[in-house]
């Protein structure tokens, strides 16, 4: 029994690794923050179960989303040396495995919108969101603004948030997705000049592959500069306070230093750029934006 016990242990944390759980850091703060705005309004007072709802939906979409690609990339990743230590290529995880957690994933996804009734929207769009997040598994295969189609399928995560507590589209988390777009976007960008030879050798699209690691790295600049736009856009229409306008100062110098960080002759640091500071990032605009909501409230 403790055999077949530290097998599954084993078999869980390496389900967990597969997927990179730790970078669900990225895009759930965006949708919690998103609830909180939405639960400050008179008629949406704070409620734990669409706390919860919030929480599932995005670990299970996340997850399925995931581990779908890397079901699709399985091939690619065992010929690219980055990734060929990866569960599925390195025999870690069999294939067979890893789709029935995509499964068991999605199947949680779906149900876990029905938290939300009797607010009907989250289950109607639960599939067609879900095969959105999926779609991006293919996007390097015919188009070079791939890097957009993840941002689009995270950005995805505040609207949805808002939308299961309120029903309805508002300009505070379309601002909320749109910082998502261009900072998602801009930092995958930066992540796939690592793969910049392999992609073109491959015949696989991405901007590094196409027009080259200098021009890859001044889209990126382009987008983080109108990620800040964006960011301080949400403080100005959501009237947020000087808590949130600190926090979102420190984020526009953190995306400067993420550029600093990465150059055209040194990719090398590409992963604290994108992990380190990307965390940082995210998790600090939540604590930042809720702290400025108790402030708010208290004045």
């Known amino acids: 029994m403790s055999i077949l016990r530290a097998e599954m242990l084993l078999q869980i944390r390496r389900l967990l690794e597969l997927i990179r759980f730790s970078h669900t850091v990225f895009a759930l703060p965006f949708a919690l923050l998103s609830a909180a705005l939405a639960w400050r309004m008179p008629d949406s007072p704070f409620s734990f179960s669409q706390l919860l709802g919030i929480v599932l939906c995005m670990v299970f979409a996340r997850s399925a989303a995931m581990a779908f690609n ?117 930092f995958d960008i930066l992540y796939a000049c690592q793969d910049a030879d392999f992609d073109r050798d491959k015949k696989l699209f991405s901007i590094p592959a196409r027009w080259g690691i200098k021009t890859a790295l001044r889209v990126a600049l382009f987008s983080h500069l109108l990620t800040i736009v964006s960011l301080f856009s949400l403080w100005y229409f959501a ?61």
């Open 70 to 186: 890397r079901i699709v990339d399985r091939r690619i990743d065992a010929e690219n040396p980055r990734t060929q230590k990866r569960h599925i290529p390195a025999g870690l995880l069999s294939l067979t495995t890893v789709i029935v957690f995509t499964l068991i994933s999605s199947v949680g996804f779906v149900a876990s919108t029905l938290i939300f009734l009797p607010n009907p929207w989250p289950i109607r769009l639960s599939v067609p969101f879900l095969l959105f997040l999926m779609g991006y598994s293919y996007a390097k295969h015919f188009t070079v603004w791939c890097h957009y189609w993840l941002s689009a399928a995270l950005m995805l995560s505040p609207i949805g948030a808002w939308i299961a507590i309120r029903g309805e589209l508002a300009i505070t988390p379309a601002l909320l997705s749109a910082i998502i777009f261009f900072w998602v976007g801009g």
């Open 239 to 299: 009237g947020l306070g000087p808590v949130f306008l600190l926090g979102s100062l420190i984020v526009a110098g953190l995306l400067i230093y993420e550029h600093w960080l990465v150059t055209p002759a040194d990719l090398t640091r590409v992963n604290i750029a994108f992990f380190n500071v990307n965390a940082v990032v995210s998790i600090g605009l939540l604590i930042t934006g809720l702290a400025d909501i108790w402030w708010v409230g208290r004045s």
